[in-house]
């Protein structure tokens, strides 16, 4: 049985990385600004010695990002999957662009 869920998240078209696509995936991009800025609070409110808190700080966020970003990978579309679906939209886009070329040479006596 084929797993049919919408995907949270697709490959930017520039740039690295992902980007949301739903509101699953815009929840979840929200939620982990909240725990990383909640954290980076909490260090610096519990740890005294500047160093200690940017090392624990480091530390902390790249935990933190080890499971997020795996997570949305796991709900992201896979390449192939968002390239098969940019050539179908390309596609779609130059059948319009041929219609309302032969519309504009009808209406224009061309």
Do not use: C
């Amino acid at each position: 049985m084929t797993n049919q869920r919408e995907p949270w998240f697709e490959i930017r078209r520039n740039g690295y990385g992902l980007t949301p696509t739903t509101w699953q995936g815009w929840s979840i991009t929200l939620v982990i600004m909240g725990v990383l800025l909640a954290s980076v609070q909490t260090v610096l409110y519990l740890v005294r010695d500047p160093l200690k808190a940017v090392i624990v700080i480091l530390v902390v966020t790249a935990t933190e990002l080890a499971v997020f970003v795996p997570f949305t990978y796991r709900h992201a579309k896979s390449p192939e999957e968002a390239e098969k679906q940019e050539a179908i939209l390309l596609a779609e886009k130059r059948e319009k662009v041929k219609r309302d070329l032969e519309e504009w040479k009808k209406r224009n006596g061309f």
